[in-house]
């Protein structure tokens, strides 16, 4: 009769880190977005210089916020790429998808970290009165928290679902939907040469919120080792 050890994975449970990268990063948008019907939103990049340094200077506060929270979101992510590598390593994988999902992770969060100090510079009415210096720190803004957040998520998404793939971790519609997200969000990429293709990006960060929460549930803490 053969016998079985059980061994549990250890660290944080990675469903409710995604949960907290959610819950973080959307708090910070609820401060940017229109509600409500109010009028008052963060402006898109087509918007002319006049709106968008208005809007700096008139939103100090949301701005200062939005950074605030974005910046914070970025450490659970961090958490949860760095677990999640290790947790496919644990599960077996010696795959390069363990890499690739810890290096879009880390880049995902890099930028995101960025971007959000960008955003706590714009904060500063000083800073937002000089038109120049104002727009063409909200084009960074705008790039590095767009397709450089959307590119290296994809990574981090392609990593783990192309790994569990061959693992058979997570059911095969997650893996699935997981390699159509990353491949949304490698190809949002192009919107840096050509703007139409703008809606790639949030295309690849809302569904990118639950498919890593849903990750975070499913993917298996233990496996069996059996005993001589």
Known sequence: M??????????????????AFTLLFNIG?????????????????????????????????????????????????????ATVASRLRFLGSTAAGNNIAQFGGLFTVFNLSISSMLLWVLSYQNVATDAHI???????VFIIGGVGYS???????????VTSWFMK?????LTISGIVLALIGETSIFYMVSPKLLFLIPLTRFPGFIWLTIVGFKLPRTVSIKIN
Request: aromatic content about 16%; proline content about 7%.
């Open 151 to 161: 590119v290296p998520l994809g990574l981090l998404i392609a990593g783990v679902s």
């Open 169 to 173: 971790t997570l059911p095969k519609w």
């Open 29 to 81: 948008l609820s401060f940017v977005i229109s509600l409500n019907g109010n009028t008052t939103y963060f402006p898109g990049p087509w918007e002319s210089e006049e709106t968008i340094v208005r809007y700096f200077q008139n939103q100090p506060h949301d701005v200062l916020l939005c950074g605030f929270f974005h910046f914070c979101s970025g450490i659970p992510l961090g958490i949860f790429t």
């Open 134 to 140: 104002a727009r063409t720190l909200y084009y960074m």
């Open 2 to 19: 053969e016998n079985f050890s059980v061994k549990s994975h250890k660290g944080p449970h990675l469903g409710y880190v995604a949960l």
